[in-house]
């Protein structure tokens, strides 16, 4: 399953492991770097309209997710990445997967 929309960082593969009797889920994620949300976010120069509207397209992203049955258990400001682009990224970038399907 693939999940497109312009919040979420894109999926590049999935598969399982080991491919004889498979154990794990694992996901390849496009390698997006940029500021979190917290560093933008408190630059002198952005207002409080600003940070609304990025934080309210992530909830969109989140929206997308929660329908295609895929869960992020790890929503934080650490996880969404400003990125130059006028779209924020949702993205995971700890060891263990903030992910799960329902």
């Known amino acids: 399953m693939r999940l497109r929309h312009p919040n979420l960082v894109r999926q590049l593969g999935a598969g399982h492991w080991p491919l004889e009797n498979p154990r794990y889920l694992w996901v390849k994620l496009e390698l997006i770097e940029g500021p979190t949300l917290d560093e933008w976010g408190l630059a002198p120069e952005r207002t ?42 949702l993205r995971e970038r700890s060891e263990t997967s903030g ?4």
């Open 48 to 89: 409080l309209g600003e940070v609304v509207e990025r934080v309210l397209e992530v909830a969109r992203a989140l929206a997308v997710s929660h329908e295609a049955g895929v869960l992020h258990r790890d929503v934080k400001e650490a996880n969404i990445l400003a990125c130059g682009r006028r779209n924020p990224l």
């Open 99 to 102: 992910w799960s399907w329902r």
